[in-house]
């Protein structure tokens, strides 16, 4: 949504109708900085040698170099660094992958633009313009700046890219030459980012660079990814633990081997090839990605995420506490009903509403009753306003005609207009009856009053007494496509969804029951039922599913309350009003299209289309994110666990290295890729994974961990076994060394099958890939020759690839039983 204009922009906005000049422009240039909306980010390489150069592996390859090259072996020494490209390679990708969304942000950008400067209209580039210039709009061409349409025809503009309305929307022009009277609506506004679809015109820039709403959005979703959540915080403390453990464990294996008399050089490579295999430096790399990864996503499902933690939080989500009017509905209010007071009095009932109504304030319910209104008297002028307020829950407009006499008009919620007539009781029974049948029917329903009077009393204090009811008008608001069906998905997910809505009780709760919020019977309290419910007890859970008539406050004392006793709560808002719940919430979700500037600055998401359904999308899409994120770390336990072991296991017993550093290496090209890529597009058949338990801190429970251990030493068995069979037979070292690599590959590609599902093209390339590279390194005698390994016999393969299966079997069973079992294994059982 536009921003207001600010009152220091009114002066720059008094451009003449040649542009600025030359020594204008450039003040101004100066003043306000460059139209630089989506900042130029560092150079790729060197980004990516930023990022390089914290990678273990690197370190690793060249210190293993280094010795190599000291012992006189300079081919391995060679191997060694010619690793360093692949390595090198694939962090440059996978950089690029992960800057891709914000890149193509640029694309959306307009490059250049026709400007009129110094009685001239020349092209300039786009990041030159200033608050102030005049710039000529044409079909086809995206807009460069936030701006007003100072002169248009027939000007159409696409900006589903800001608030993701698909349509065309008309653009109007703003006569400039009266705009410190004015107050500019949504359709004088033209926008960065957004396009020009039909006419032509000229608009006056408003805002540049950061200041657009494009910029804002765009650095929105850039300290996003800067932030350290708390699941980073605790992996990066997971590492640090396992890194002074395997610095511990390398230090003992190096004095082991030098005990054992194996030399320097050798208990140098022993402690090193060690420490590459143990160090868990993929953790925080696959943490990071998919965070990265889930900020993207989200974008895509209209959920554009402001701070990183949200793509965690997201998924934990277990209560919704949504509002009604553009989020479950279209909120495009019709006027369907008008009931007068007296049969002839429709007119004065349409006309004392329109009365009521502000043109300025751009409210729903307004629009429709000015765009229906009567013919009005021509000499009435508004004298005084009483706007609408949470404690007044009326609005009065005081008007006074050609013969000084003064009008009250009054509209707004029965119940008050009620208490301000004079009614007999059974009047007042059939007004509340009336209301009460309209309101079941999910209409929205006010009441209009009307008072007279010849003195000035009316342009005093507000006037409480004396109106003459005039009857009721109702409206509907359509419900918005898709939302049924997606609070059908948080009912079976186990997803609660609180209605929380100023509408009149009958109203919210004919609502929540074409909505299916709460079922057939949906549990409604008003605010000042949830008031007593809250403060009758503090654990208390005041189990309802709408809250109907509720102000700002007992919306946030709802949410205070229910995030006391535990729920992860995701609030949505639109207005200042909404500002306190929003931060309030674990979650604030803001409204693009609708939202203040204020609640998009304290929300945590900002909802690009306004749709609960793109809510429980984005929800889904985390807690999807978080499953494969815990698919990911499963794999890299289960192969890393055997590795580790056999890695120190081996040479602890005397023998030689198991793994040489080429050998880590080729491992690393195969773990790092597949942790990574592998388990991004795996989906589940349930929009919000019935059944999913939210995670803590620790990713995995018992059940899972006895998997993982259960997996990791069942290889790990079945390495040493095939080891200690190659050595014992006199085959030596090089056969020993390619069945434990035939097992690790072949176990990493299987491993990587089951968890994936092969969703995609990526996974099942990099798991036959995988086997690939296995067959050729070690069945090629010259590459066999080459990484110290020796071709095997079919029955060694049949060992190897049977022992394999045997460890990918744990987790394949135990995905076969998640499937079919959700709801028990979703239970919060102790986490290890």
């Known amino acids: ?79 060694l660094l010619v690793a360093l490209l692949p390595l090198l390679a694939m962090d440059a990708w996978l950089h690029r992958r992960t800057q891709a969304s914000t890149a193509g942000l640029k694309s959306r950008l307009a490059a250049t633009a026709l ?96 200041e657009t709403s494009y910029g804002e959005i765009v650095r929105s979703a850039t300290r996003g990814r800067g932030e350290r959540t708390p699941l980073q915080q605790a992996v990066a403390a ?20 030098l005990e054992q008399g194996h030399g320097l050089v050798d208990a140098l490579l022993s402690a090193v090839t060690l420490a590459i295999a143990a160090l868990p430096e993929e953790f925080p790399v696959v943490l990071t990605f998919f965070l990265g990864v889930g900020i993207y996503r989200l974008a895509r499902r209209k959920a554009l995420v402001r701070r990183a933690v949200v793509v965690e939080n997201i998924g934990r989500v277990s209560t919704i506490c949504t509002d009604k009017t553009g989020t479950l509905t279209e909120g495009r209010l019709e006027l369907t009903h008008r009931l007068p007071a007296s049969p002839q009095g429709e007119t004065a009932l349409l006309q004392a509403a329109a009365l009521a109504s502000r043109v300025e304030g751009g409210d729903p319910m307004d629009v429709a009753l000015l765009a229906t209104r009567p013919p009005m008297d021509p000499t009435l002028v508004r004298r005084t306003t009483f706007p609408f307020t949470e404690e007044r829950r009326c609005e009065i407009g005081c008007w006074e005609n050609s013969a000084g006499h003064l009008v009250a008009a009054m509209k707004g919620a029965p119940e008050t207009v009620f208490t301000r007539c004079d ?42 007494r004396g109106f003459t009811f005039l009857g009721l008008l109702a409206f509907g608001d359509p419900l918005r496509t898709g939302v049924a069906e997606a609070i059908g998905q948080c009912r079976e997910a186990g997803l609660r969804v609180i209605m929380v809505t100023g509408d009149h009780r009958e109203t919210a709760m004919a609502i929540a029951r074409q909505l299916g919020i709460g079922g057939d019977s949906p549990r409604v309290l008003s605010g000042e039922e949830l008031e007593a419910a809250l403060d009758r007890t503090v654990d208390h859970d005041p189990a309802a599913d709408v809250i109907a008539r509720a102000t700002p406050m007992q919306k946030l004392a709802l949410v205070q309350r229910l995030r006391a006793l535990g729920q992860v709560v995701a ?111 795996r989906q589940s058949t349930r929009p919000l994974m019935a059944g999913y338990r939210p995670p803590g801190n620790r990713f995995f429970d018992r059940r899972e961990w006895l998997v993982i251990l259960g997996s990791g030493l069942l290889l790990t068995g079945v390495v040493i076994a095939g080891v200690a069979n190659g050595l014992h037979s006199g085959q030596g070292i090089e056969h020993a060394r390619s069945i434990a690599l035939v097992v690790l590959t072949f176990a990493s590609a299987l491993t990587a099958a089951v968890l994936s599902g092969l969703t995609d093209r990526l996974a099942r390339g990099l798991v036959l890939a995988t086997i690939a590279s296995a067959i050729a390194l070690v069945q090629v005698p010259a590459l066999a020759d080459l990484f110290h390994l020796q071709p095997l016999h079919w029955d060694d393969w049949l060992i190897a690839v049977s022992g394999a299966l045997a460890a990918a079997a744990i987790p394949a069973v135990y995905e076969w039983w998640r499937q079919r079992h959700p709801a028990e294994s979703s239970q919060p059982i102790s986490e290890a």
């Open 1 to 79: 949504m536009p921003r207001p204009l600010p009152a220091d922009r009114l002066e720059l906005l008094d451009t003449p109708e040649t542009g600025l000049n030359a020594i204008e422009a450039e003040r101004r240039l100066s003043r306000f900085g460059s139209n630089q909306i989506v900042e130029a980010s560092a150079g790729t390489w060197v980004d990516v040698l930023k990022s390089s150069i914290t990678d273990p592996m690197l370190w690793f390859l060249l210190v293993s170099s280094i010795l190599f090259a000291w012992i006189g072996d300079l081919a391995e020494a060679v191997i």
């Open 115 to 210: 400007v009129r400067r110094d009685g001239r209209v020349v092209s300039l580039g786009a990041t030159e313009l200033v608050p102030g210039d005049r710039v000529l709009l044409s079909a086809g061409e995206p807009v460069p700046a936030d701006g007003l349409l100072a002169r248009g025809e027939g000007i159409q503009v696409d900006e589903s890219l800001l608030t993701g309305e698909s349509y065309p929307l008309r653009k109007t022009a703003l006569a400039t030459d009266t705009l410190p009277g004015q107050s500019p609506e949504e359709a004088n506004w033209v926008q960065a980012g957004t396009r020009v679809l039909a006419g032509s015109g000229e608009m006056l820039v408003v805002h540049t660079g950061a």
């Open 238 to 257: 997971l590492v640090r633990t396992l890194i002074v453990a395997a610095l511990a464990f390398c230090v003992v294996l190096a004095w082991v081997r």
């Open 423 to 464: 009614f007999t009781a059974a009047e007042l029974e059939r007004w509340h009856r009336e209301t009460d049948q309209l309101a079941r029917a999910g209409q929205k329903v006010v009441a209009v009053a009307e008072r007279w009077d010849a003195s000035a009393a009316l342009l005093g204090p507000e006037p409480t």
């Open 571 to 681: 609030v949505t808002g639109d207005g200042v009003n909404d500002v306190p719940a929003l931060q309030a919430a674990d979650i604030g979700i803001a409204m693009g299209q609708r939202g203040t500037r204020s609640a998009r600055e304290v929300a945590s998401i900002v909802l690009l289309d306004d749709n609960f359904r793109s809510l429980v999308q984005a929800i889904g899409e985390g807690r999807q994110l978080f499953a494969n994120l815990q698919r990911s770390f499963q794999y890299l336990l289960m192969i890393h666990i055997p590795l580790v072991m056999t890695a120190a296991a081996i040479p602890l017993a005397g023998h030689p290295l198991l793994y040489l550093p080429l050998h880590i290496v080729w491992l690393e090209l195969i773990i790092h890729p597949t942790a990574l890529l592998a388990f991004q597009a």
